[in-house]
């Protein structure tokens, strides 16, 4: 089991553009299992690779017990009435706010043997592809709220980003957290 290290608001690598994959290489296998250990020791339901401090197109994600690797993912189309839930994130620990998205998306990628594959996701399984997807583009969740909710989303992490000097996360010695919200982050 390998447990990465999780970057935070902060770094810059999470608003960086990633690259497509070319070639699935071992490392690249590898390091989607370390995703998924480091996506479940942290209590989340996906992760994206710019999260780990990485630049490959890639998200591992699990949503009622369907773990899935996506290489160069993209969203084919995305309908169904707009639906607003709470989202926290991996990389904003311990901040959550309300979120607007369509509640069904179909999405096309590549999974770890190379192959296509195309999925149909709706309600939280939709959304969580939804947050990855954005990762992958440099976007974060935060982005979406209005100007006065991000204002206090961003003045809750000013107060946390202490803890995590370097933008760095290691949920080893991640300090105590809060457990009034959902325990789905993404
Ligand atoms: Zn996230």
Redesign the pocket.
Known sequence: MSILEIRVLGDPILRAETAPVSTITDELRSLARSMFDTMYLAKGI?L?AP?IGRTERMTVVDVDDNPLVLINPEILDASGKPAKAEEG???IPDVYGDVERPSNVHVRALGLNGKPFEVEASDLFARCLQ??ID?LHGK??IDYLSVLKRRSALAKWSKEKDKYPGFVRTLAEDPPRSHEHPDEE?
């Open positions: 996906g994206a999260q994130c991996l990389s947050h990855e990762h974060l969740f993404l």
